[in-house]
């Protein structure tokens, strides 16, 4: 059972280079999330998905895009790299809007 | 808007000894409550979940906690503490809105063991 995969694993960005980090899930989970985690803040929820075609901002939006073409696969774009979205990202997905979520192992981004 | 303290930023225990993680939550309705753990370097693995009744929930690893409303609590607890517990520990609570699950984490407390 592979779960929630993550690409890349870690990433040294330059600002203002575009980034899209990759998430896939192999559970049919219908909902799908984007958080972020930082020192002493816990974690963020940048974006979330309820399921397939749909997707809604979180607390950190800005800055963020995302995708939901399908059920498996919910992308996370930086669109202009800044130094603030240093940060290690975690997609979470949840069978429902309303379960439990299941976390990936995370992407560690660094922006110079 | 719901929000989630956990008063600890780090705990030192020694091996075997008990162990309690203090978390409280606001929110105005019912919470759905939960306890993650993270070791370092990986993501985070649910310990427990509470969505009702029983207000004291069994999880993984030997871990309980219990929900009590009066004092908008949902402290983690765990009888005799092993080294390979060391690691952090984040709590949150859960709001069901029109857009789903919205979890709202607290800033997490890092355990360390004795040995």
């Known amino acids: 059972i592979a779960g929630i995969t993550q690409a890349p694993t870690s990433q040294i960005l330059a600002a203002g280079r575009r980034m899209t980090l990759r998430c896939t899930q192999d559970m049919r989970h219908n909902a799908m999330y984007w958080y972020r985690q930082d020192l002493g803040l816990g974690l963020r929820l940048i974006h979330y998905?309820?399921?397939?075609?749909?997707?809604g901002k979180g607390e950190v939006p800005d800055g963020y895009s995302v995708s939901r073409a399908n059920t498996d696969d919910f992308p996370l774009t930086l669109a202009s790299a800044v130094p603030s979205q240093t940060s290690v990202y975690f997609c979470a997905s949840s069978r429902d809007p309303q379960d439990t979520q299941y976390f990936g192992p995370g992407t560690r981004l660094t922006v110079l | 808007a719901q929000s989630v303290t956990q008063p600890d930023i780090h705990i030192t225990v020694s091996e075997g000894a008990s162990l309690e993680l203090r978390c409280n939550y606001s929110y105005g309705a019912t919470p759905y409550l939960f306890w993650y753990v993270q070791s370092p370097g990986q993501g985070l693995q649910l310990l427990l979940k509470y969505f009702s009744g029983d207000t004291l929930v069994q999880g993984i690893k030997g871990f309980e906690a219990e929900f009590k409303r009066s004092q908008s609590s949902f402290n983690l607890r765990k009888p005799s503490v092993h080294w390979s517990d060391a690691a952090e520990y984040f709590c949150a609570v859960g709001a069901i809105t029109g857009g789903g699950n919205k979890l709202t984490f607290g800033t997490g407390t890092q355990l360390k063991v004795e040995l």
């Open positions: 998905s309820n399921t397939a075609g749909t997707t």
